[in-house]
Structure formats: C-alpha cells, structure tokens
C-alpha cells in the first residue's frame, strides 16, 4: 500500500553541525506534508510545512525540501542545539486523505556535546 | 489555553478489562482526531471528528473501539476486553476547520496491557 518512510532510523551529529534528515514518500495524490518532532513522553510537535506546489520552504533554523520527481522530502536543521535531541516524523496527506496524515516509522536525531 | 489535555498519561489494565480514555482539545478547535503509536513508529490514524459528528473511522479501530464527542468538545476513546496487542501510545490531536493540517497532538495516554 501507500507509505512514508525514512531512510535512516538514527542520526548522530555534532553540536553545531547541520543535520538532514530524510523522507521517502510513496503516495503520489500526496500535496501536503509535514515534519514533527517527538520528545520523550510527549506528543509530536509541528515544525514545518511544505505543499507540492514548493520544493523548498525555510522556518529559523530549519528547511524543508521537496523532490517530487523522485518522491522524495529532507529536513534540514541549521547549527544543531542538544535540544533538537529527539525522533521526527514526516507525514504526509492529500485532498483525496481527507484529514488523515500518513506517517513515517521516525529517525531518532542525538546531538553530541 | 494550555493545549491538548489528554488523561490519564498511563493506564495499566489487565487483559480483558475495559478502558476509557479523555482527550480535551484547544478551546476554539472543532476537529479532533485519535492516533496510536506504537514503540519506534509513527503514530497510525484512528478516527476523527469535526464537531460531535464521527466522520472518518481507521480499518485499524475494530469493533472493540469506540469513540464520542458528545457535544464537540471533550472526546473518550472506550476500548473493550483490552488485549495484549492495544498496548501502545493513544494521541488525540485537535485542529481548527480551514486552519490546514497543522494538527496540535496532546501527550498521549500510554496503555500497558498485562
């Protein structure tokens, strides 16, 4: 069936570095898509959007980019912080889904002092 | 407003026992959703509300789930003769209709079942 995954199930990075984290979509109809991030024992929080219509979209400290040739979505953190420390999920869904997100099985990010 | 509330945060039942959970969403948001998540996975959709009216329902809730909104606020998701396999996080999320979907989660009720 139709499905969102993530390439890498860990990241470990240094403080200060860049991080990427990426997102292979599988749905076509998908035109809306989404990274949250999940901290232990709390619920995903939104952190940025991107419609099909874009193929690149910036928030502070974050970029999202879209590849909708080869299905494909990336999450770029700026100058990673030990509070970006958490899993992230990207999620997708499309005028056809309704209200219903589609998400990934999730990368774990640690930052390394 | 403090967000999306949702209680208790953990519940351990014995298999076969019922449970009822609480979700209390944003004030002003008229759609809410439940979603459960599993260890390691993304959270799956299970059903959603816009006001009091259940308009969509997962293939994954089986007819031991049940969920109400009675009156467009709160919401309870009841689950009966609970099996080992419901154990996971239950989420309830909440949004506001044409505010896209830029879901606001609470944190979660999770179930053990033993």
């Known amino acids: 069936g139709e499905s969102v995954g993530l390439h890498l199930p860990t990241l470990s990075v240094q403080e200060g570095d860049n991080s990427i984290i990426n997102c292979a979509y599988s749905n076509s109809a998908s035109d809306y898509f989404i990274w949250y991030k999940q901290e232990s024992g709390k619920g995903p929080q939104f952190i940025i959007d991107?419609?099909?219509?874009?193929d690149k979209r910036q928030g502070q400290r974050v970029t999202v980019l879209l590849n909708k040739t080869v299905k494909h979505l990336s999450l770029q953190i700026a100058a990673t912080q030990p509070g970006d420390s958490a899993v992230y999920f990207c999620a997708e869904t499309g005028s056809l889904a309704g209200n219903m997100l589609t998400f990934g099985g999730g990368t774990r990010l640690m930052v390394k002092p | 407003d403090t967000g999306v509330s949702q209680d208790p945060r953990h519940k351990i039942t014995k298999r076969g026992q019922n449970v009822t959970f609480r979700c209390d969403p944003i004030s002003e948001h008229n759609r809410l959703y439940w979603y459960r998540q599993t260890l390691g996975q993304g959270p799956e959709f299970l059903t959603y509300f816009q006001n009091e009216a259940q308009l969509e329902k997962s293939r994954l809730l089986s007819d031991r789930f049940s969920a109400e909104r009675p009156k467009g606020s709160f919401s309870t998701l009841e689950i009966q003769r609970t099996e080992q396999g419901d154990s996971a996080m239950y989420l309830c999320?909440?949004?506001?209709?044409?505010?896209?979907?830029?879901?606001?989660f609470g944190s979660g009720t999770r179930l053990t079942v033993v």
């Open positions: 991107i419609r099909s219509n874009m």
């Open positions: 999320a909440s949004s506001k209709q044409g505010g896209g979907y830029g879901y606001t």
